[in-house]
């Protein structure tokens, strides 16, 4: 079961990755949302870096979050390890249209110091 229930997260994810690859479309752009949660893993990996996180919503149950930026060409002075599980991160952008808890990522902030911040 363990097995079956990886390999669907796997595919779930490759799938919001290739459709995010192909433009914003599948994010609502008309307006940003904040959140502030906790690392849980960091992907430096083409074609797009991706950060996992933790959110307690208003009512406690935990949220797990998937935010997707960059390349990591473009991410620079960023390393593998810029972001490790148990940083706390502020996370500004984009909500997938589908209401998953995923989003596209304009401004990141981490209580390491490290920063991402969209172009004005």
């Known amino acids: 079961m363990r097995t079956f229930t990886v390999g669907l997260a796997v595919f ?42 933790e959110v307690i919503d208003d009512k406690g149950p935990v949220q797990k979050w998937q935010a997707e930026m960059t390349s990591p060409s473009r991410l620079k002075g960023w390393t593998a390890t810029s972001l490790e599980a148990g940083n706390v991160v502020t996370v500004t952008g984009y909500r997938a249209r589908s209401g998953a808890f995923y989003l596209w990522v304009t401004d990141l902030s981490s209580s390491n110091g490290v920063e991402l911040r969209a172009p004005k």
């Open 12 to 53: 779930l994810a490759a799938g919001a990755l290739a459709v995010a690859h192909h433009g914003l479309a599948a994010f609502d752009q008309t307006h940003k949302v904040t959140l502030k949660g906790t690392v849980t893993a960091f992907h430096f990996v083409s074609p797009h870096s991706v950060v996992e996180f």
